[in-house]
């Protein structure tokens, strides 16, 4: 079937009703919008930034549009989605003529059959371009106000950072933003770093050299998973706090390695690489459909020492207790951790949900410490930078487990990584360690 022409903004805003009235995800619902539709590339980047910006900013821009708006929360959403996207080009891009703007909105409000809501679409806005410049922004003394307001996280979440970090600390991690979108790659394991260099010199990415060993960061990569290197094995696409969380495993020739929430795989293959071959890793997921892509990268890299399985790793395999040399509990989490790269994240979670968490991880860890055997290692790993689920879990964890103590990190995660860790764990923040915010904690069973 022919793509279809569209307007960049219709899709943009198709892609703000997905994310915030349907529950989708923003990066595939936009890949899922853009590949429906021709557009120039030009158009594809202003769609993308007016999602990730309107998505990044969400809170600012209701609270400058509140001030014009006499019951925000009647709105009809497709209406308020507008109204944000809008103001999201208002505020915050800079080469976008405020007049076309306010326009463009009034116009596809009448698109989508919304006529009667045109005339206030148009007057708020332009009040709005009016008006920017004096808006009444809530004052730094305000603490979770002041952060929720201006770096656009739930209220709750942001006073949850100040009592984790202190109010400097969450404020940094509340602004932090990269400048350009990345993703990560690396070598596949064998390669000699001449050996990659030359492969990415065929390349036309812009590419810099990440924190962790190999680490590669490619900056404007359209697709970069049809790549016929990718194809072909010679890299893979695994981020930096992945790539440290299977390092720590230690991962060596002969050893069983046990990965209870494995997919999409990333640090499955990592490890079975790292054991050229031998012995085993068993990857593990709840849903069939995850393990699909297990399998995948499994295929892809023609590694035969690896065995998938979809299981819940929440109930015990009694076969398998105390026989593994290491097991590595990448837990289910709250993904916090790569808001930069997710803005859409800090909208789906509540005090509620992250002690629904806390709870799934504490049963987690319990279960699959069993698995390890004496003198073992169990490695714990979030995306996460919430307390409660790094910190505290290990310090809850511990007091349970009198036969684990903590363990130190392999000195082939860098130093200035691992000077990072305390006495339960190594949190990384993004905004001080330029990596994902990240938790690692390696366990040594006694």
């Given at each position: 079937?022919?793509?279809?022409?569209?307007?960049?903004?219709?899709?943009?805003?198709?892609?703000?009703?997905?994310?915030?009235?349907n529950?989708?995800?923003?990066?595939?619902?936009?890949?899922?919008?853009l590949?429906a539709?021709?557009?120039?590339?030009?158009?594809?980047?202003?769609?993308?930034?007016?999602?990730?910006?309107?998505?990044?900013?969400?809170?600012?821009l209701?609270?400058a549009?509140?001030?014009?708006?006499?019951?925000?929360d009647?709105?009809?959403?497709?209406?308020?989605n507008?109204?944000?996207?809008?103001?999201?080009q208002?505020?915050?891009h800079?080469?976008?003529?405020?007049?076309?703007?306010?326009?463009?909105a009034?116009k596809?409000?009448?698109?989508?059959?919304?006529?009667?809501?045109?005339g206030?679409v148009?007057?708020?806005?332009?009040r709005?371009?009016?008006?920017?410049?004096?808006?009444?922004?809530?004052d730094?003394s305000?603490?979770?106000?002041?952060l929720?307001?201006?770096?656009?996280?739930p209220?709750?979440?942001a006073?949850q950072?100040?009592d984790?970090?202190?109010a400097?600390?969450?404020?940094?991690?509340?602004?932090?933003?990269?400048?350009?979108?990345?993703?990560t790659?690396?070598?596949?394991y064998g390669?000699?770093?001449a050996?990659?260099a030359?492969?990415?010199?065929?390349k036309?990415w812009?590419?810099?050299k990440?924190?962790?060993?190999?680490?590669?960061?490619?900056?404007?990569?359209m697709?970069?998973?049809?790549?016929?290197?990718?194809?072909g094995?010679?890299?893979?696409?695994?981020?930096?706090?992945?790539?440290?969380?299977a390092e720590?495993?230690?991962a060596?020739?002969?050893m069983?390695?046990?990965?209870?929430c494995?997919?999409?795989?990333?640090?499955?293959?990592?490890?079975?690489e790292?054991?050229?071959?031998?012995?085993?890793?068993y990857?593990?997921?709840l849903?069939?459909?995850?393990?699909?892509?297990?399998?995948a990268?499994?295929?892809?890299?023609h590694?035969?020492?690896?065995?998938?399985?979809?299981?819940d790793?929440?109930?015990?395999?009694?076969?398998m207790?105390?026989r593994?040399d290491?097991?590595?509990?990448d837990?289910p989490?709250?993904?916090?951790?790569?808001?930069?790269?997710?803005?859409?994240v800090?909208?789906?979670?509540s005090?509620?949900?992250?002690?629904?968490?806390?709870?799934?991880?504490h049963?987690?860890?319990?279960?699959?410490?069993?698995?390890?055997?004496?003198?073992?290692?169990?490695?714990?790993?979030?995306?996460?930078?919430?307390?409660d689920?790094n910190e505290?879990?290990?310090?809850?964890?511990?007091?349970?487990?009198?036969?684990?103590r903590?363990?130190?990190?392999?000195?082939?995660?860098?130093a200035?990584?691992?000077?990072?860790?305390?006495?339960?764990?190594l949190?990384l923040?993004?905004?001080?360690?330029d990596?994902?915010?990240?938790?690692?904690?390696?366990?040594?069973?006694?």
């Open positions: 079937m022919p793509r279809s022409n569209a307007n960049p903004r219709m899709v943009a805003l198709n892609v703000i009703c997905d994310v915030l009235d529950e989708a995800y923003a990066a595939l619902s936009l890949d899922e919008r590949s539709v021709n557009l120039n590339q030009l158009d594809r980047r202003l769609c993308a930034s007016i999602v990730y910006r309107t998505l990044e900013n969400l809170y600012y209701d609270y549009l509140n001030g014009f708006l006499r019951d925000a009647a709105l009809e959403a497709r209406v308020r507008i109204l944000r996207t809008a103001a999201c208002i505020m915050l800079d080469r976008v003529p405020d007049s076309a703007a306010v326009n463009e009034v596809l409000t009448r698109e989508l059959h919304l006529d009667p809501f045109a206030m148009n007057a708020v806005l332009r709005l371009t009016e008006n920017k410049d004096k808006i009444h922004w809530p730094e305000e603490g979770a106000k002041y929720s307001v201006m770096y656009s996280l209220e709750w979440l006073q950072l100040i984790d970090y202190g400097e600390t969450a404020k940094q991690i509340a602004a932090y933003r990269t400048e350009k979108h990345f993703i790659i690396r070598p596949t390669q000699t770093e050996q990659f030359r492969l990415l010199e065929k036309v812009e590419t810099q990440g924190v962790m060993p190999g680490a590669v960061r490619v900056y404007g990569a697709q970069i998973a049809r790549d016929s290197d990718f194809a094995g010679l890299f893979s696409i695994q981020g930096e706090g992945s790539m440290l969380a720590a495993v230690g060596a020739h002969g069983n390695v046990l990965d209870c494995a997919a999409p795989g990333g640090k499955t293959v990592y490890m079975a790292r054991m050229e071959g031998t012995g085993r890793v990857a593990w997921d849903h069939e459909h995850r393990t699909e892509l297990i399998r990268a499994v295929r892809r890299l590694l035969e020492n690896v065995r998938v399985s979809a299981r790793a929440m109930r015990l395999r009694e076969d207790v105390e593994m290491a097991v590595l509990l837990a989490c709250s993904g916090l951790g790569v808001m930069d790269d997710k803005p859409d800090k909208y789906r979670h005090r509620e949900s992250i002690i629904e968490l806390v709870q799934t991880q049963k987690l860890l319990d279960t699959c410490a069993q698995y390890v055997r004496r003198g073992g290692v169990l490695v714990y790993s979030t995306c996460s930078m919430l307390k689920e505290r879990q290990i310090a809850s964890f511990l007091q349970r487990h009198p036969d684990f903590m363990d130190a990190l392999p000195e082939s995660i860098p200035q990584l691992r000077a990072q860790a305390n006495e339960n764990g949190q923040l993004p905004c001080r360690d990596v994902e915010g990240f938790f690692v904690a390696r366990m040594k069973r006694v």
